[in-house]
């Protein structure tokens, strides 16, 4: 199936991202966000980009707000979502590409983000995949979360930094790895490569992976390090920190 990636342009279209999240994400009306706000991005500089069928059916979508920290603009990259039956077909790196051009489009060098950490799928698209480096932990970011995939554990999460111009990403998109797999990393910190099977079976366990993932995450962040590398190892996945400037 072909797709088309394209900004929303009708308060239907819009209003198919709002509908999108609580098929991907489960979510209840007290979390999503709402078409109001979409609507509002359009107008302030924001992005609300959706991939559509051949009928014009909205199967995933991203948005994007303006933003603004230490002198620099940026945008923050709200949600990314496609719905299952059209995942791994390129559609989320086509959507984050497509963000990526705008961006720069609009003089932008830079879009953030947060994902939990412990989600080895996000971990791998965001690192290898986009070319992200993270060096920023906050716990229990949103709080309790009504989702399919958060409930039982605090909403913890990693910011994901993807500096459009840099060598990193450029080399990324270019289809190499974001690190030399001949470097040693200065640090590495393990999780499960699925974890909602360790949340269904041993949820105790779970929150014991998360409170060691958290606190030895935010020990390298301290430590001036960076995740710049995300490796796939059978069940066990692995964060690769190094010295990391922009």
């Not at 979510?27 to 924001?46: A, H, K, M, T």
């Not at 299952?84 to 984050?96: D, S, Y």
């Not at 111009?165 to 490569?193: H, N």
Request: charge should be positive; proline fraction near 6%.
């Amino acid at each position: 199936m072909s797709y088309v990636i394209r900004p929303c342009t009708t308060r239907e279209e819009l209003g198919a991202c709002v509908t999108l999240q609580k098929k991907i994400w489960g979510y209840s009306d007290l979390e999503v966000y709402p078409q109001r706000l979409f609507v509002n991005l359009r107008q302030i500089g924001g992005h609300v980009l959706a991939a559509f069928t051949p009928q014009g059916r909205a199967v995933g979508f991203v948005a994007s707000m303006p933003a603004w920290r230490s002198g620099r603009d940026y945008y923050h990259s709200l949600s990314l979502g496609v719905l299952p039956e059209h995942e791994n077909r390129g559609l989320g790196r086509a959507l984050k590409l497509e963000q990526r051009r705008l961006a720069l489009r609009a003089g932008i060098d830079r879009v953030e983000w947060t994902f939990d950490p412990l989600r080895a799928k996000n971990a791998f698209f965001n690192v290898v995949r986009l070319g992200a480096a993270c060096r920023r932990y906050i716990a229990d970011h949103y709080g309790a979360v009504d989702s399919h995939f958060q409930k039982g554990l605090p909403s913890d999460r990693l910011v994901a930094e993807w500096w459009l111009r840099s060598p990193r990403v450029r080399r990324t998109l270019s289809g190499k790895p974001p690190r030399s797999d001949r470097k040693k990393p200065a640090d590495e910190v393990t999780i499960p490569s699925d974890i909602e099977s360790l949340k269904r079976t041993r949820p105790g366990e779970a929150r014991a992976v998360q409170a060691r993932v958290r606190e030895q995450l935010e020990d390298c962040f301290a430590r001036k390090l960076a995740i710049t590398g995300f490796a796939l190892e059978g069940a066990i996945a692995k964060y690769l920190l190094d010295p990391y400037e922009d």
